[in-house]
């Protein structure tokens, strides 16, 4: 049976295999600036692009704040990686991690806002999103050197799954694992929180309008100098293209999708979005799964949550938080929902909108 992978000798093999993946996301996205935009930026804007949270932050912002929005946004972006990242070692996040079983763990206000909400969204799903996932996808390793575990492994570390094992008192802002093998991962909802937090920046510096990308999550704050809508490309699941637009005034969106990371063993395509019930790559029937809602940790939860679950099992879901998603299936079909058809446009001829 396999130790629990949260170790010093992890975390530094990670480091290097991240620092490795950097150089090359760089030189690739630099190249391809701005690929999940499609809107027409004017010479008054500002762009700046960064690393965190494991991607490229990209920020186009307007107004004569916009080059100090853009610092003091790139500044708290890494202020909430420090603080929600386990890979980070005095992390709160790490911190909670390391006291698992143990005792309470403090969290800043923002940090328990945070939980709340992601517990919240892991109560509403059944568990389809669960931000105590750490032990099984610590298991399986996709961010540095994926392999498939065994079937004894995926069990024995299921059973520290479960987010019910989180317990946070809101009022005092103490949380605790009940269990010293529990372990949170908030990976699946860090990048739509980064937009959250840099949308509250652009708001705090008076800008005029600015749009921010953190991996697969965008967030979209005021309106554009000429008054038209922001216009995101979706991406394609089955190459580096796209497939379709979103053309939204305002909001948040976050995509997941089974191409992100993956490898495959005996013929066997396994994924990166794991369905805790099972411990193994989630098999909904779809590709992808784009979320819009009003808050990007939201819609990053969400969008994990409803791949999980399928289309149909996600309606309910998408109600309850007033969101709406662009859902891809295997069988190149396109399902929208009520309130996001009229923004979206599809653009290729290999896939179909079922109404």
Request: contains cysteine.
């Given at each position: 049976?396999?130790?629990?992978?949260?170790?010093?000798?992890?975390?530094?093999?990670?480091?290097?295999?991240?620092?490795?993946?950097?150089?090359?996301?760089?030189?690739?996205?630099?190249?391809?600036?701005?690929?999940?935009?499609?809107?027409?930026?004017?010479?008054?804007?500002?762009?700046?692009?960064?690393?965190?949270?494991?991607?490229?932050?990209?920020?186009?912002?307007?107004?004569?704040?916009?080059?100090?929005?853009?610092?003091?946004?790139?500044?708290?972006?890494?202020?909430?990686?420090?603080?929600?990242?386990?890979?980070?070692?005095?992390?709160?996040?790490?911190?909670?991690?390391?006291?698992?079983?143990?005792?309470?763990?403090?969290?800043?206000?923002?940090?328990?806002?945070?939980?709340?909400?992601?517990?919240?969204?892991?109560?509403?799903?059944?568990?389809?999103?669960?931000?105590?996932?750490?032990?099984?996808?610590?298991?399986?390793?996709?961010?540095?050197?994926?392999?498939?575990?065994?079937?004894e492994d995926i069990r024995y570390f299921k059973q520290f799954v479960g987010y019910e094992n989180l317990i946070l008192d809101s009022a005092t802002?103490?949380?605790?694992?009940?269990?010293?093998?529990?372990?949170?991962?908030?990976?699946?909802?860090?990048?739509?929180?980064?937009?959250?937090?840099?949308?509250?920046?652009?708001?705090?510096?008076?800008?005029?309008?600015?749009?921010?990308?953190?991996?697969?999550?965008?967030?979209?704050?005021?309106?554009?100098?000429?008054?038209?809508?922001?216009?995101?490309?979706?991406?394609?699941?089955?190459?580096?293209?796209?497939?379709?637009?979103?053309?939204?005034?305002?909001?948040?969106?976050?995509?997941?999708?089974?191409?992100?990371?993956?490898?495959?063993?005996?013929?066997?395509?396994?994924?990166?979005?794991?369905?805790?019930?099972?411990?193994?790559?989630?098999?909904?029937?779809?590709?992808?799964?784009?979320?819009?809602?009003?808050?990007?940790?939201?819609?990053?939860?969400?969008?994990?949550?409803?791949?999980?679950?399928?289309?149909?099992?996600?309606?309910?879901?998408?109600?309850?938080?007033?969101?709406?998603?662009?859902?891809?299936?295997?069988?190149?079909?396109?399902?929208?929902?009520?309130?996001?058809?009229?923004?979206?446009?599809?653009?290729?001829?290999?896939?179909?909108?079922?109404?």
């Open positions: 049976m396999k130790s629990f992978p949260i170790t010093a000798k992890n975390l530094k093999r990670l480091t290097a295999a991240v620092f490795c993946l950097v150089l090359a996301l760089v030189a690739l996205l630099i190249a391809s600036w701005f690929y999940p935009f499609d809107f027409n930026r004017s010479d008054d804007a500002e762009t700046m692009t960064t690393y965190a949270m494991g991607s490229i932050v990209q920020q186009t912002v307007y107004g004569s704040q916009a080059e100090a929005a853009e610092s003091a946004a790139s500044s708290a972006v890494t202020a909430l990686e420090n603080r929600i990242s386990w890979r980070v070692e005095d992390s709160e996040i790490s911190k909670l991690n390391q006291a698992a079983g143990k005792t309470d763990v403090t969290l800043s206000k923002e940090t328990a806002n945070l939980l709340e909400l992601l517990l919240d969204v892991a109560k509403q799903s059944g568990g389809a999103f669960d931000p105590t996932i750490a032990p099984l996808s610590l298991l399986w390793n996709f961010d540095t050197d994926p392999s498939l575990p065994s079937d802002r103490k949380a605790h694992l009940s269990d010293a093998k529990n372990a949170l991962d908030l990976g699946a909802a860090g990048k739509g929180a980064a937009c959250d937090t840099v949308c509250q920046t652009y708001q705090e510096y008076n800008v005029q309008a600015g749009i921010v990308a953190v991996g697969g999550s965008v967030g979209l704050y005021g309106q554009k100098p000429d008054g038209s809508l922001w216009n995101i490309a979706v991406r394609d699941p089955a190459n580096d293209g796209t497939l379709g637009t979103l053309s939204l005034e305002k909001g948040f969106f976050s995509t997941s999708g089974s191409y992100e990371k993956y490898f495959e063993e005996n013929g066997t395509l396994y994924h990166h979005l794991l369905d805790p019930k099972t411990g193994y790559p989630a098999d909904s029937g779809l590709v992808s799964v784009t979320v819009v809602s009003s808050s990007g940790a939201l819609s990053d939860a969400l969008s994990t949550a409803c791949f999980v679950l399928g289309y149909e099992d996600s309606l309910s879901l998408l109600e309850h938080y007033d969101a709406e998603a662009v859902f891809i299936d295997t069988n190149n079909q396109i399902y929208v929902t009520d309130d996001l058809k009229d923004a979206f446009s599809l653009t290729s001829s290999a896939y179909t909108i079922v109404s």
